[in-house]
């Protein structure tokens, strides 16, 4: 179901409309009665995203014949540094 709102009052109280569409209100916003957009929440897939690449580091690590728990971090500042 979606609340209808009026544009100046979507302009007047945009933070407020944006924590309901964050709680999952969807909003109708419209100019002199008529529907002119929808205010949904955004469809993001950073979850699945972020799954997918630690996957893939943990794949690509088992693969990898020297584990970087191995490497020795102090030679390599010390490298760093000269």
């Known amino acids: 179901m979606s609340i209808e709102v009026g544009s100046y009052e979507a302009k007047t109280k945009l933070p407020e409309l944006l924590r309901g569409v964050q709680a999952g209100n ?3 916003i419209t100019l002199r009665g008529e529907a002119v957009a929808d205010l949904v929440p955004a469809e993001c897939n950073i979850h699945k995203d972020t799954v997918a ?3 893939d580091m ?3 690590m ?3 014949n020297n584990p970087v728990g191995v ?3 102090k030679a390599l500042i010390n490298e760093g540094r000269e």
């Open 62 to 64: 088992q693969t990898r």
């Open 26 to 28: 969807r909003y109708t």
């Open 71 to 73: 490497i020795d971090l």
């Open 58 to 60: 943990l794949a690509f």
């Open 53 to 55: 690449a630690v996957d």
